[in-house]
């Protein structure tokens, strides 16, 4: 199956609505999307990325207002969330209702639901008239697309359509938010400032490395230490003394002098949402540059920075098992 580029929405909804898997994009990543109630159609989705099933799928809606045909229950504070950063980088796990079906969330009681910000998925949506499931549009625990190019390169003949719609605006994933029984948690840092959250509903839980409380103690599902690698390997660094000769090298501002091998700067200004923007664009071009070792700055634990270090991180993981 070779993979067909969209440039036309309309198209987008029709494979849709036949039941068949479109990337699609969004302010934050690229999606693998499909029909989010139909459990065959989800079994497609797990398939073409290489996904084990324990790892729960967000399902996307067009409006705001489509949160009830999801959750069974939506918390004051989860409202107060949805009224002020939705459409956006913010997804929301909440009480499920029991039509939604076991393969999306894995099982769980709860179900992720986001209302993404970008127009044209937002009209494919829409327009298909139900919600999508819709993980990052790449094989399991490989850097995540911001761009239709790097969708076909990891998923080249595994699924039938990619819609482009250009490079990606926020460039890394949704922030998590868990409304559990027992608290309300940041399940994984993203495009949307884990301070402006906290700064609404006052502060969040953090998982251990058990996981939550809730759910049986089960650890949050998908939040595997390794995810979000390039091939090439990868080492968080916090200053030039551990660069060795020849890394490809990953900063947000400060470049090292005089060093000989690749080095990316994201954002002369240290600007933190333009550094975000170009992250796995960065990574995946690195990664393409032949060098042995990719040396990233850790960037400062604030705002996207948080998001940006939780990747590195996870890439860092995937290359010392
Ligand atoms: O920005 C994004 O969120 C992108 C775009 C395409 O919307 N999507 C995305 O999906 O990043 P994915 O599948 O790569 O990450 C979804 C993560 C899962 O790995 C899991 O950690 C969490 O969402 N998740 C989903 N359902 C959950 C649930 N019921 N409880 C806890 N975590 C859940
Ligand atoms: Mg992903």
Same mark, same amino acid.
């Given at each position: 199956?070779?993979?067909?580029?969209?440039?036309?929405?309309?198209?987008a909804?029709?494979?849709?609505?036949?039941?068949?898997?479109?990337?699609l994009?969004?302010?934050?990543?690229?999606?693998?999307?499909?029909?989010?109630?139909?459990?065959?159609?989800?079994?497609?989705?797990?398939?073409?990325?290489?996904?084990?099933?324990?790892?729960?799928?967000?399902?996307?809606?067009?409006?705001?207002?489509?949160?009830?045909?999801?959750?069974?229950?939506?918390p004051?504070?989860?409202r107060?969330?949805?009224?002020?950063?939705?459409?956006?980088?913010?997804?929301?796990?909440?009480?499920?209702?029991?039509? &939604?079906?076991? !393969?999306?969330?894995? %099982? #769980?009681? @709860?179900?992720?639901?986001?209302c993404?910000?970008h /127009? $044209?998925? +937002?009209q494919?949506?829409?327009?298909?008239?139900?919600?999508?499931?819709?993980?990052?549009?790449?094989l399991?625990?490989r850097?995540?697309?911001?761009?239709?190019?790097?969708?076909v390169?990891?998923?080249?003949g595994?699924?039938?359509?990619?819609?482009?719609?250009?490079?990606?605006?926020?460039?890394?994933?949704?922030?998590?938010?868990?409304?559990?029984?027992?608290? &309300?948690?940041? !399940?994984?840092?993203? %495009? #949307?400032? @884990?301070e402006?959250?906290?700064?609404?509903i006052? /502060? $969040?839980? +953090?998982?251990?490395?058990?996981?939550?409380?809730?759910?049986?103690?089960q650890s949050?599902?998908?939040?595997?230490p390794?995810?979000?690698?390039?091939?090439?390997?990868?080492?968080?660094?916090?200053?030039?003394?551990?660069?060795?000769?020849?890394?490809?090298?990953?900063?947000?501002?400060?470049?090292?002098?005089?060093?000989?091998?690749?080095?990316?700067?994201?954002?002369?200004?240290?600007?933190?949402?333009?550094?975000?923007?170009?992250?796995?664009?960065?990574?995946h071009?690195l990664?393409?540059?032949?060098?042995?070792r990719?040396?990233?700055?850790?960037?400062?634990?604030?705002?996207?920075?948080?998001?940006?270090?939780?990747?590195?991180?996870?890439?860092?993981?995937?290359?010392?098992?």
């Amino acid at each position: 199956m070779r993979t067909v580029v969209l440039e036309n929405a309309n198209e987008a909804v029709r494979a849709l609505k036949a039941g068949e898997l479109v990337a699609l994009p969004t302010e934050t990543v690229y999606g693998l999307a499909g029909l989010g109630l139909e459990p065959e159609v989800l079994a497609k989705i797990f398939a073409a990325k290489d996904r084990p099933t324990f790892d729960p799928l967000i399902l996307h809606i067009a409006r705001p207002g489509q949160i009830s045909q999801l959750a069974s229950e939506v918390p004051h504070d989860a409202r107060r969330l949805v009224d002020n950063f939705w459409p956006g980088p913010l997804t929301l796990v909440l009480p499920k209702k029991p039509h &939604v079906p076991d !393969l999306a969330t894995a %099982g #769980l009681g @709860t179900v992720a639901v986001r209302c993404p910000r970008h /127009p $044209l998925m +937002r009209q494919v949506i829409e327009k298909v008239g139900s919600p999508l499931a819709a993980p990052s549009a790449n094989l399991f625990g490989r850097l995540s697309p911001t761009s239709a190019e790097h969708v076909v390169e990891q998923l080249e003949g595994r699924i039938p359509y990619v819609l482009d719609g250009g490079p990606c605006e926020v460039g890394v994933e949704s922030t998590i938010v868990g409304f559990l029984p027992d608290g &309300v948690y940041l !399940l994984r840092p993203g %495009g #949307l400032p @884990t301070e402006l959250i906290e700064r609404m509903i006052g /502060p $969040l839980k +953090r998982p251990t490395s058990s996981g939550t409380a809730s759910e049986g103690g089960q650890s949050a599902p998908g939040q595997l230490p390794q995810h979000y690698a390039p091939v090439t390997p990868i080492v968080v660094i916090d200053g030039w003394h551990q660069l060795l000769p020849g890394d490809g090298v990953l900063t947000l501002k400060d470049v090292p002098e005089g060093h000989g091998g690749a080095v990316i700067q994201l954002s002369a200004k240290g600007n933190l949402k333009e550094a975000a923007s170009r992250f796995f664009e960065a990574l995946h071009e690195l990664d393409r540059a032949g060098v042995l070792r990719i040396a990233a700055v850790r960037f400062p634990e604030q705002g996207l920075g948080l998001a940006l270090n939780d990747r590195l991180l996870r890439a860092a993981a995937t290359h010392k098992k």
